[in-house]
């Protein structure tokens, strides 16, 4: 009796576990299942080609929109000093080639300012308001792609996921296969289409937020220029 328990302790502590196996085994089978990106996006379906679409359009929007602005933002330093001195000196044809020969839309705002120089103070401000008007209108140019993209991408991704869950639902009315591995296998393939939508809405989003911030920047370059001209005509001439 006493060699026999000797034996049944010996195996027990030297013979792993049924369950301890299964579970190992489970383990190591699960880390061999990984998916990969690629093969992820293709299961999503038809609409996942107008979400790439769409991803292409936001990006290539943002570029554009961002070097245009970022173009429009800079200006020299001594552009309204030199402004200053050329008007203070009387010598308005050099001011006007400087803000003609000047690529920039504080430039451009300024040069309406120097053609109407000696009008009334208030016609020149509306002048220069309005050139700055279609310089802000320039900037936002083609700004409102990034606004529907942020808008329609999330909803492309719900439809897609919305037919995938009723395609999946008829499979299973037609086969009776209520399995928790049939049901979780379909909805996860069609929720893929939701999650894509939603990450391009929200960069798209953020794209479009972030640009807004560049371009009021540079509209308060423009408004402070704008400012140092009015008060440059109102100092007396040397």
């Known amino acids: 009796m006493l060699l026999g328990l000797v034996t049944l302790l010996q195996d027990s502590l030297l013979q792993p576990k049924a369950d301890t196996v299964a579970n190992a085994a489970a383990n190591v089978a699960a ?39 970022s173009k429009a933002g800079k200006l020299e330093d001594n552009f309204m000093p030199m402004i200053r001195d050329h008007i203070s000196n009387g010598n308005i044809s050099a001011a006007r080639s400087l803000s003609k020969n000047t690529n920039s839309p504080i430039a451009r705002m300024i040069d309406k300012g120097v053609q109407r120089i000696g009008k009334p103070i208030e016609s020149i401000e509306k002048s220069m308001e309005n050139v700055g008007k279609l310089e802000i209108y320039k900037m936002e140019k083609n700004l409102v792609i990034l606004s529907i993209i942020a808008g329609i991408a999330p909803m492309f991704g719900f439809l897609g996921t919305i037919a995938g869950m009723i395609q999946t639902f008829f499979n299973i009315s037609i086969t009776s296969d209520i399995t928790l591995g049939t049901i979780a296998g379909g909805i996860y393939v069609k929720m893929i289409t939701s999650a894509t939508g939603l990450i391009i809405g929200l960069v798209a989003y953020i794209g479009y937020s972030f640009l807004n911030a560049q371009i009021d920047k540079v509209i308060n370059k423009m408004e402070g220029a704008s400012a140092e001209f009015i008060d440059i005509l109102q100092e007396p001439t040397r």
């Open 31 to 69: 880390g061999d299942q990984h998916i990969k990106l690629l093969d992820l996006l293709m299961k999503g379906g038809v609409l996942m080609i107008p979400l790439g679409i769409l991803s292409i359009i936001a990006v290539f929007a943002f570029v554009e929109r961002y070097l245009t602005i």
